[in-house]
Nanobody, 122 residues
Framework: QVQLVESGGGLVQPGGSLRLSCAAS????????MTWYRQPLGKERELVAGTTSAGSNINYGDSVKGRFTISRDNDKNTVYLQMSGLKPEDTAVYYCHAEGPNYDTLKWDEYWGQGTQVTVSS
């Protein structure tokens, strides 16, 4: 059974930091690109940061460049999002997304986590 379980969200003051984790199971994690998305209340989901399967290629949304860092540990089947310099506009539900090859079905699969709330407020 495929699972993506996010953790690390919460309430933080402006300027503060949080580290989100996404623990994956049930698929070949090291073969999948991993991406963090976020969705503020009442707005569309947007890309935050993504990494290729080996972590050799990384991209960030314009609004988080220089403040957020994505990383992955393929031994632990976990992807992280280190967030610093948080702003109220970073408030959103943050989702973990996996995309890659299913070697059993020979299809391209994608999975979503359930999301974790990040609230930046004084």
């Amino acid at each position: 059974q495929v699972q993506l379980v996010e953790s690390g969200g919460g309430l933080v003051q402006p300027g503060g930091s949080l580290r989100l984790s996404c623990a994956a199971s049930g698929f070949e994690f090291s073969s999948y690109a991993m991406t963090w998305y976020r969705q503020p209340l009442g707005k569309e989901r947007e890309l935050v940061a993504g990494t290729t399967s080996a972590g050799s290629n990384i991209n960030y949304g314009d609004s988080v460049k220089g403040r957020f860092t994505i990383s992955r540990d393929n031994d632990k089947n976990t992807v992280y999002l280190q967030m610093s310099g948080l702003k109220p506009e970073d408030t959103a539900v943050y989702y973990c997304h996996a995309e890659g090859p299913n070697y059993d079905t020979l299809k391209w699969d994608e999975y979503w986590g359930q999301g974790t709330q990040v609230t930046v407020s004084s």
